[in-house]
């Protein structure tokens, strides 16, 4: 099946600072992929979608320049939270898609902890 | 707002039993996954159903897609400690489009 891996998968920062989480598709190439955050006992809240080589596209209220999105590359896209706040603290999860196709392969997700 | 109704949304049995989890929509979705989430992971694909009416099994579970292609239902049978997890469906509408994902039915199952 499809494999996606998401590096870290928990970090601890302090408030201010900037996290960078990874997300990689292992065994396709992901022309598109997907970034969420997870509340506890919550559905998943889709971020943004990004497609390889172009700038992603962010959902309504979601502050673009916070959630630096990049895919640079058709198995690697990179989400970084700049100065982060613990109001960020959250379960981050992406996803990947090959392309035409709609069924989206989840990385194991990154516990962020903004202290 | 596209939305995706699941119920229940949350489920506590006893081991043996059996259960439907359904995930009701007014759109039309042109395919329909089935996830599993447990705590700290992501969300794991069991199923994806594409054709209206179409009825796929996977060991103690089984999806079907509704003929109209608004509605599915997952149901398990003889449940087991194993089952437990958050269970999401999400439906599509083409390939350059993002997923709706549903409300989530949380699953307990206990011996």
């Known amino acids: 099946g499809a494999v996606v891996s998401q590096h870290p998968s928990w970090v601890i920062c302090k408030s201010g600072t900037s996290v960078k989480i990874e997300c990689r598709s292992l065994d396709f190439q992901a022309t598109t992929m997907f970034w969420y955050r997870q509340f506890p006992k919550q559905s998943l809240m889709l971020m943004a979608t990004s497609n390889e080589g172009s700038k992603a596209t962010y959902e309504q209220g979601v502050e673009k320049d916070k959630f630096l999105i990049n895919h640079a590359s058709l198995t690697l896209s990179t989400l970084t939270v700049t100065s982060a706040h613990p109001e960020d603290s959250s379960f981050y999860i992406c996803?990947?898609?090959?392309?035409?196709?709609?069924?989206?392969?989840f990385g194991p997700g990154t516990r962020l902890l903004v202290l | 707002t596209q939305l995706l109704e699941q119920s229940p949304q949350f489920l506590s049995i006893q081991e043996g039993e059996n259960l439907t989890v359904y995930c009701n929509s007014s759109?039309?979705?042109?395919?329909l996954q089935w996830y599993r989430q447990e705590p700290g992971e992501g969300p794991v694909l069991l199923v994806t159903v594409v054709t209206g009416g179409e009825v796929k099994k996977l060991k103690r579970l089984t999806f079907q897609f509704g003929d109209a292609r608004k509605d599915s239902s997952l149901h398990i049978t003889a449940a087991q400690p194993g089952d437990t997890g958050l269970y999401l469906c999400a439906g599509g509408k083409g390939t350059a489009s993002k997923l709706t994902f549903g409300t989530g039915t949380r699953l307990q199952v206990t011996l």
């Open positions: 759109s039309v979705f042109s395919s």
């Open positions: 996803s990947a898609r090959g392309s035409f196709q709609e069924t989206q392969y």
